[in-house]
Structure formats: structure tokens, C-alpha cells
């Protein structure tokens, strides 16, 4: 009908696609470059068509174009969402006025108004085109540092491959006299003060120029200059422009340490690139000299270029049975990230070359707390409970809290995007049981570096929680001297010494370059002696030629050493004193706990199965009846060789039952049958006998001191058992009593042994 009513049909077939070109064109601009008439019904279905189609283009091709502007001030508007948010941190956080400026100058020197993810960029590209890129990126340092001028492009390329942008506010000291110098620094913009140690300005050092070289070339001399900035200013620190080998940086990073797992990936990483590790500590009981053990280890991280983060755990802090209270979670971090900086400070190590984390700034995240739900459908609970054995306290009723620690601390490794965990010996479990179950969700499995535990003071691991096993990094001279005279450090003991692990895994490494660890003696006494290495120290100590009494003196005079920057750091600040006590505040005198056998739970029991233990031929198994609703409890008993398995079947029993359970040959036993034990002339052994109308369950109590109710768990560090199973014995009269008191049923019945008679209880 159209063709007719417009007369194209007398047109040829180009007229007509033509018309029909510009009819569609009009109605895709939604407006109308040829008027055409119609009386046709098709004509009108043609023309509405053309017309929405018209209009669904005209939309369509809207859409685009603001997508396209969008996605070009993306990058800006993000850019301003990151600001925005780091002037909400600083508002939350009440940072000093110095320190906010420090944080917006740098957010905009670093994003130049425009966010981009350079890190993810970078990882895309050649080692070769990063390279290219890097000095481009860098060639306003290149035009004006008129030293880079005469240097190759390779060479320049190394030199911005270990240049670091730091940025500086006016009088911010960028350095100190009398401090070891390990970088030197090149001005891209601002002007910096050189001052001798006695407060006379030397010079003033401005764009292009370059100062601290001298720490390069001595690296073992100290400065004799400060460096303190006169304005703002950027500059590029360079700290080692020697760069190590993949072997030189892996003996740094593995030297004392105890153990390590993921060893070729470590060396495949080391020979691409640096690495990227973390170390984490919870925030719970107060740092002790032990810190310094990690922290030494953080100095030789640094030392083969890996970059450390330092993670403040607050959150496994509580976690961990509450070890740190929710009210004072915030305080102890606040006091763990200003004393472990003291301590990275008083060794020399920069604190620009690390990065510091406090876990609740991400693992509170949405994706954070998807991937602990994540994990918490793939991890059973025996393997989450074996997995925190030797880091979370152990409990009698362990709380869910503990059994998620092992998961968030593993999903810590892919969150802080690293190649490598840190940590003791004691975090073993926890490290294999990260690389057991982060590859079930997909994420990478990482390399774990783990240092030895140092003995505390009194020979056991060292704690915050045990007063006499530390020495507080507050510790005044006088009390580190007392602490140590009471230190064990048994003559020619090598192995379980405290005071000689921390020489060997503190001292000998920060000791520099040509310096000997020194003891100073009397001529009485043999004179001063110097030890090159730590085995020579030890070869010394274990063949005696050194006395306790010396090796403490002389460690004492390193502590001092270590701690006098820390101490004066605390005391000239008054607020630091204060969060201190907030942190810690003085705990209610401990109600002295008074040792009488009422503290022990002993159960008459009833034997109802017994086997032989698999895989230890003087051992029983037995399943044991002592009244719980719960059932029989397991309990093994070194009985093989004195009592046969046909006499323990269905036997009558006496059980201490509150010991804390321990695992026998991989069998946990929880509790002890009570037996009647003498060694000489020839080693025998009875269980001992309840009266013949007990039951299982009936409780044991020595005459005279029914007041009072057993422990729940036996404390072993306490050692309550063997102090009062001292006093525990089979009198002459053949029953079982404590100190000269019997030992009774609830019924009034007495415990007694088969034949022996005036021997131990064990």
C-alpha cells in the first residue's frame, strides 16, 4: 500500500531503499527528515515500527555514552571515596593534627587525585616492561638528581627497583646522629636540614640532592649526622644498593630458625623476586624480653629484602578464651603497637621498611566473615581442637572461640596477601592445618618459617602469664639483676637454659660486624673472655669453663642494653604510663589457695573393659565406670607387668579423676587408678581396694578434711598432685591414708592394698 500511495513503486529499487533508509533514520532520531502520507493500515504498522525501534536505539545509544563517561571518572570517584574514608578513619581514631596531615599528604601524592590498582597492573607485565615502566615513573628523581645523569639505563633500573617514595612534613626527623645508617636518601622535592649531634646545622640539602651515602659505604658506621625536614617534601630511600643473591637472601631469612615447610617454593620465590611475609601477635599479657626473639628475626627478613607486615591480632586475643577482655581489647593493642615499635626502635630496625595491621580492620569484612563460615563446613572439629593444642589455653570445657582461632589465623595468610607466615615452633600445628585446608577453598598454600621457643627464666617456655619465667621490657636494672640470680642456668647445661638461648637467638644476631660477645671476669677469675660465635660460647659453657654466675652478669649488660632506649622512651612520656595501667590494671591480690588433699577428686570405680594398648606392650586400656552420666572413662594404667588382664576385668578401683588428660601412645587418658607401689628389692605394684560394698562413683576423702570441694582440673604448672601424692602412702596397718589421716569412703569405708604395706601411693 505504501509503495502505491507514495507512487515509489514507479521508482526503482535504490529509490525505494533509499526512502525507506531515511524513514528509519528519522525515527532512530526520533524526529522526521521527510513527511510521508498514508492512508494504508501497512503503511501505519511500517512507520510504527520504524519508530520504536527509532526510539529503542536512541536509548540504547544514550546508555552507552554515560557508561563510557562513567567508566571514565571512575578512578576519580573512587579516589574521592578513599579519601572520604580516610578522613572518617582519622576522625574515629582522634589522630594528632601532624599525623592526619602525614596521611592525607600522602594519599594524594600517592593516587594524584585519580585511584588505580597498581599492584594488580603490575603482576600482569614482564620484568622487563615494569623495569621500563619504573623509570619512567621515576624521571623527575632521574632529570633532577644530576648523579643519575652519566649512570647506564640498566643500572638505573636496579636503583629504582630499591627506591622506596617516603614523604616527610616539616620537622619530621628522617634520621638521628649516633644511630646505625643502613640508606641513603635522594630529594625530590622540600629541603632538608643536616644538624651535627650537638645541634649545629651543617648545611641544607634541597631538590636533586642526595644525603646519608656514607651509611652505604660503612654499613657499619654510625651516623654523625641528623637529617630533620624543613617543609614538606618527597623523597626516595635506597637501602641496599648491593643486591643480594637469591642464596644470600635465604640464608638470612632461614638462619636459627627452627624449621621451615615449603622450602622449594621459598627458593623458587627468591629467585624472581623478594618475599612477602607476616608476623602476627595476639594482644594479650605484656610483651617480655622472649619478643625479642621474632623481632631479631623481623631485622634479618629485612636484611634479604622481604617486606613484613606486622599483624596486632586483637581479635584472637579474645578469641582465646578471653585472654584479653573485650573492654580492654583496644587499650592492649594500642599499647602492644607503641611498645613492639620501642623494641624494632631499639634494635635499629626502620619502622618505614614494615607495614602494621590490626586484624579487626579486616576480619570483620564481609569477605572475611563469608570465608570463616566457608572454612567452618570443611574443618572438623578434632583437627580445629589439635590444630590450637599449643597456642589456645586449654580448658576442661573448651569454648567455641578457641576452635575458630586455627581458622581465622590460617585465612589471615591470603587476606594479608603474602607468600609466607612467621612464627614459633609452638604454631606448628596451626600452620599445617592452614595448609591442609586454605587450598579446599581455593586459595593458595603458603611457606611457613618458624623460630625455637626460649626457655623462661625458671627452664619451661617463657610466658607473660608466669611472673618468674620473664623479664618485663619496663623491668628496672635492679629487678633484671634479681630476676636473673634467681634464673636457672645449671653448670655445662646447654640444652634447657634460658639465659644461654637468649644469647644464642637475641644477642649473637644484632651483634655487628667484628663484634664479640664479652665477659667480664675478674684475674681471679680467669679475666675477661670474648666469644667470636655463639657455638664457641656454648663449647665453653657445656665444658664448664664459664660460670653461671658470668654468663648472667654478661647477658644482664645486653638486656640493659636493649632495653635502656625502651624504658626511657616510656618514662619521659607521661600518657604512655597511663595507657599502661588502663591496659593493665592492677590485678586483685590472689587469694593464696591452701594445699589440703580436699582439692584432689577420688572416685571409687569399676573396671567394665580392658585391653591391651597397641602400641605399648606395658600398657592397658580401660574403659572405667565412676558414676558419670556421660559414661565410662578411658583411662590407661601401666598395669601389664604386675597385674594379669583376667584380674583387672570387672575389678573394684580407686580413681583420681580431676588429673588434666594427657595422651598416652595417641590414647587420651583421663584420670589415674591409685595403686600401692614400692621399687626395691623388686618393683611391685597393687591397685588399690575399696571396701566390697562400694559403688562406682563413690567419692574418697581423707578423715579430717572433708570442708572444701576438688579442683576442677588439676593445675600442672601448680603441681598440686605432687606435692600432696608426697604424703600419700599405705600405712603399716595396710590402708591407705595421707599424712597420718585415712582415706575414707562416703560410706566409711576404708582403702586398702592386697599385701603391701608402709609404701608409696602412685
Same mark, same amino acid.
Given at each position: ?80 571515596? $578513599?579519601?572520604?574514608?580516610? +578522613? *572518617?578513619?582519622? =576522625? #574515629? /581514631? ?8 602525614? &596521611? !592525607? ?89 643536616? $644538624?651535627?649531634?650537638?645541634? +649545629? *646545622?651543617?648545611? =641544607? #640539602? /634541597? ?8 651509611? &652505604? !659505604? ?110 580492654? &581489647? ?433
Amino acid at each position: 500500500m505504501f509503495l502505491f500511495t507514495t507512487g515509489l513503486y514507479k521508482k526503482s529499487d535504490f529509490d525505494i531503499y533509499l526512502t525507506y533508509y531515511h524513514i528509519g533514520m528519522s525515527n532512530f532520531f526520533a524526529s522526521s527528515f521527510i513527511e510521508f502520507h498514508s492512508l494504508g493500515k501497512s503503511d501505519t504498522i511500517i512507520r510504527c515500527i520504524l519508530l520504536l525501534f527509532g526510539k529503542g536505539c536512541t536509548i540504547y545509544f544514550m546508555v552507552i555514552v554515560l557508561q563510557l563517561v562513567q567508566s571514565a571518572a571512575e578512578p576519580e570517584l573512587k579516589y574521592q571515596r $578513599i579519601m572520604h574514608q580516610v +578522613k *572518617e578513619y582519622i =576522625h #574515629e /581514631k582522634k589522630l594528632p593534627e601532624n599525623l592526619k596531615k602525614k &596521611l !592525607i599528604a600522602y594519599y594524594e601524592y600517592r593516587f594524584q587525585g585519580s585511584y588505580f590498582k597498581e599492584n594488580a597492573i603490575s603482576r600482569t607485565l614482564s620484568n622487563h616492561l615494569n623495569q621500563e615502566i619504573m623509570i619512567h615513573g621515576s624521571r623527575g628523581l632521574v632529570d633532577i638528581a644530576t648523579i643519575l645523569h652519566s649512570l647506564p639505563r640498566g643500572i638505573i633500573g636496579n636503583l629504582m627497583g630499591i627506591l622506596k617514595p617516603v614523604i616527610y612534613l616539616n620537622e619530621d626527623i628522617i634520621y638521628k646522629s649516633k644511630t646505625d645508617g643502613d640508606c641513603m636518601f635522594f630529594i625530590v622535592s622540600g629541603t632538608v636540614a643536616l $644538624i651535627t649531634f650537638n645541634g +649545629k *646545622e651543617i648545611c =641544607h #640539602e /634541597k631538590d636533586g640532592s642526595y644525603f646519608g651515602e656514607a651509611a &652505604l !659505604i660503612y654499613p657499619d658506621r654510625r651516623r654523625l649526622e641528623s637529617a630533620i625536614a624543613l617543609e614538606f617534601r618527597i623523597l626516595f630511600r635506597a637501602t641496599n644498593m648491593v643486591e643480594l643473591k637469591w642464596e644470600e637472601k635465604y640464608e638470612f631469612i632461614t638462619r636459627n630458625l627452627a624449621e621451615w615447610l615449603g622450602d622449594e617454593k621459598l627458593k623458587s620465590i627468591l629467585k624472581q623476586r623478594d618475599l612477602k611475609l607476616y608476623w602476627g601477635t595476639a594482644t594479650t599479657g605484656k610483651p617480655h624480653i622472649g619478643y625479642f626473639t621474632p623481632i631479631s628475626k623481623i631485622a634479618d627478613f629485612l636484611k634479604s629484602g622481604a617486606e613484613v607486615t606486622v599483624l596486632f591480632a586483637d581479635l584472637h586475643a579474645y578469641l582465646d578464651n578471653m585472654k584479653a577482655p573485650w573492654e580492654l &581489647l583496644e587499650l592492649r593493642t594500642q599499647y602492644y603497637e607503641i611498645i613492639i615499635k620501642a623494641m624494632l626502635r631499639s634494635i635499629d630496625v626502620p619502622l618505614e621498611k614494615l607495614k602494621f595491621v590490626k586484624g579487626t580492620d579486616y576480619q570483620l569484612s564481609k569477605e572475611y566473615t563469608l570465608d570463616v563460615y566457608r572454612l567452618s563446613s570443611v574443618v572438623t572439629e578434632h583437627d580445629a581442637k589439635k590444630a590450637g593444642a599449643e597456642v589456645v589455653k586449654q580448658v576442661a570445657n573448651p569454648l567455641l572461640s578457641g576452635l575458630l582461632y586455627p581458622g581465622l589465623q590460617a585465612l589471615d595468610e591470603h587476606y594479608l596477601e603474602v607468600d609466607a607466615q612467621f612464627g614459633g615452633l609452638d604454631q606448628r600445628k596451626i600452620f599445617t592445618f592452614s595448609e591442609k585446608y586454605l587450598p579446599l577453598l581455593g586459595y593458595e598454600k603458603r611457606i611457613h618459617l618458624m623460630n625455637p621457643m626460649i626457655p623462661g627464666l625458671a627452664g619451661s617456655k617463657m610466658s607473660s602469664s608466669e611472673e618468674d619465667s620473664k623479664i618485663d621490657l619496663l623491668d628496672n636494672a635492679a629487678v633484671i639483676k634479681k630476676k636473673l640470680k634467681k634464673a636457672f642456668c645449671e653448670p655445662g647445661n646447654v640444652n634447657d637454659n634460658g639465659v644461654l638461648s637468649f644469647a644464642k637467638h637475641v644477642i649473637y644476631p644484632l651483634l655487628k660486624e667484628g663484634e664479640t660477645f664479652n665477659i667480664q671476669r675478674t684475674a681471679e677469675f680467669g679475666g675477661d673472655i670474648s666469644f667470636d660465635t655463639f657455638e664457641d660460647l656454648e663449647n665453653a659453657f657445656a665444658k664448664e669453663e664459664i660460670h653461671p654466675g658470668d654468663l648472667k652478669s654478661a647477658v644482664e649488660v645486653y638486656i640493659n642494653r636493649l632495653l635502656d632506649p625502651i624504658r626511657k622512651e616510656f618514662e619521659a612520656d607521661p600518657k604512655l604510663k597511663s595507657l599502661l595501667s588502663k591496659a593493665y590494671p592492677p590485678q586483685k591480690p590472689k587469694v593464696v589457695e591452701e594445699l589440703t588433699p580436699a582439692r584432689l577428686d577420688i572416685r571409687v570405680g569399676k573396671i567394665v573393659e580392658v585391653s591391651k594398648h597397641p602400641d605399648a606392650d606395658s600398657l592397658y586400656i580401660e574403659k572405667i565406670d565412676i558414676g558419670e552420666a556421660s559414661g565410662p572413662r578411658t583411662i590407661i594404667s601401666g598395669l601389664v607387668n604386675y597385674v594379669p588382664i583376667e584380674e583387672m576385668q570387672d575389678r573394684m578401683v580407686v580413681i583420681l579423676a580431676n588429673l588434666k588428660p594427657a595422651n598416652l601412645r595417641g590414647v587420651q587418658s583421663h584420670g589415674m587408678v591409685l595403686c600401692a607401689s614400692v621399687d626395691e628389692p623388686v618393683r611391685r605394684v597393687e591397685p588399690l581396694r575399696p571396701p566390697l560394698d562400694s559403688k562406682p562413683g563413690e567419692k574418697v576423702i581423707v578423715d579430717g578434711y572433708e570442708d572444701g570441694s576438688p579442683d576442677d582440673v588439676l593445675n600442672p604448672k601448680k603441681k598440686v598432685w605432687e606435692k600432696l601424692q608426697v604424703d600419700l602412702v599405705v600405712n603399716g596397718s595396710g590402708e591407705a591414708s595421707w599424712s597420718g589421716n585415712v582415706l575414707l569412703t562416703a560410706s566409711g569405708g576404708k582403702l586398702t592394698a592386697d599385701s603391701l604395706k608402709n609404701v608409696a601411693i602412685k
